[in-house]
């Protein structure tokens, strides 16, 4: 494996899909609801095929209790509440647990 992403925006996409995690919103279709997104849409933002447009960030800012858009955008921590932050960080290593049992499984 090369280590390069397979969609442009991937990052981005893995940020959207821990907030989505963090907020205990099982499916990006549910979360697409949530947000009055199509379900398209927000499948092709998770995966970072297309980037999260600023009116989206807006909406989610305006739903998501702590949220900050550069965060999604950047991985910028800095404006985040605690709180939320405290939840990405844990969904995180969830996923790097899961990454590492995969690898050895």
């Known amino acids: 494996m090369s280590g390069e992403p397979k969609y442009p925006f991937e990052e981005q996409g893995r940020r959207l899909r821990l907030l989505r995690q963090a907020e ?19 499948s092709q933002f998770e995966t970072g095929a297309r980037r999260v447009p600023m009116d989206k960030a ?5 739903k998501v209790p702590g949220f900050d ?9 800095r404006g985040l509440s605690y709180d939320l932050r405290i939840r990405i960080e844990e969904e995180e290593a969830k996923e790097a647990t899961g990454e590492l049992v995969r690898r050895e499984g």
């Open 58 to 62: 807006l909406q989610l800012r305006a």
């Open 69 to 77: 858009p550069l965060w999604l955008w950047e991985g910028d921590r």
């Open 24 to 42: 205990r919103i099982p499916s990006g279709l549910a979360f697409a609801k949530l947000l009055n997104w199509p379900q398209s849409s927000m």
